[in-house]
């Protein structure tokens, strides 16, 4: 059971759009989602994350957007540069004491591509 | 400040051999994980530690995986035999606490696994 789906296994985008990176969620019990980037031979490392309390957060050139209604959050990236070229991961955690005790759930992942 | 540190990076067994990974992580951190990412897929929790104890290892194939955080610090995690299904990345993270709002978990680069 896929708890969260990232529908897109990869995104190409020319250097300076923005990209937008999408993730939904079944279990309306996560209350955190996270954000993490990926380069080859790497770990995940934490991008930015947004609490189910808020709609949007903003850090720099990344924003992740949060739709409790449709289960669903994005992640735009503005303006893209060749750097961000990785695999990005969506994750999402539900509160202590409920079946998930607060662990992470991945999605698979979105290969980014960003061209010069 | 260090990160996680794993090793070995990468390993190359046959079937029904046993291998053992290790991992230390961030100074102080309390909670240390391992996670299981198949080529293609996002990484999949296998155990969580909150200091030396056990969290969760309800996806963890008990008949084959073990896994010890001894005085509460460095952990290994343990294949024995295995299996060709098992190749895969094993990655190890740890946060300073057990996973709450605003907790971020820091991983390490991982250990390729090639079962043969």
């Known amino acids: 059971d896929q708890q969260v789906k990232q529908n897109s296994p990869s995104l190409s985008v020319q250097e300076g759009r923005i990209s937008i990176l999408n993730c939904d969620y079944t279990?309306?019990?996560?209350?955190?989602f996270l954000w993490y980037k990926k380069y080859p031979a790497e770990g995940p490392t934490f991008l930015i994350s947004i609490s189910s309390i808020k709609d949007k957060n903003e850090d720099g050139r990344f924003t992740v957007f949060l739709n409790k209604s449709a289960k669903h959050l994005s992640l735009h990236i503005v303006p893209s540069q060749p750097g961000d070229s990785a695999v990005y991961f969506c994750?999402?955690?539900?509160?202590?004491?409920?079946?998930?005790?607060?662990?992470?759930?991945f999605g698979q992942g979105t290969t980014l591509q960003v061209k010069p | 400040e260090a990160g996680v540190a794993q090793s070995p990076r990468y390993k190359i067994i046959e079937k029904r051999q046993s291998v053992a990974f290790w991992c230390n992580p961030i100074?102080?951190?309390?909670?240390l994980y391992w996670y299981q990412q198949i080529l293609g897929q996002g990484p999949k929790l296998l155990i969580q530690f909150q200091n030396n104890g056990v969290v969760d290892d309800s996806q963890l194939p008990k008949d084959r995986f073990s896994a010890e955080r001894l005085k509460g610090v460095d952990s290994t995690l343990k294949i024995q035999p295995a299996k060709l299904e098992d190749s895969a990345v094993y990655l190890c993270?740890?946060?300073?606490?057990?996973?709450?709002?605003?907790?971020?978990?820091?991983f390490g680069p991982g250990t390729r696994l090639l079962v043969l």
């Open positions: 279990n309306s019990m996560f209350d955190y």
């Open positions: 993270a740890s946060s300073l606490r057990h996973l709450g709002k605003g907790e971020t978990q820091y």
């Open positions: 994750a999402a955690s539900a509160p202590r004491g409920s079946s998930n005790t607060g662990k992470l759930i």
């Open positions: 100074s102080g951190h309390a909670t």
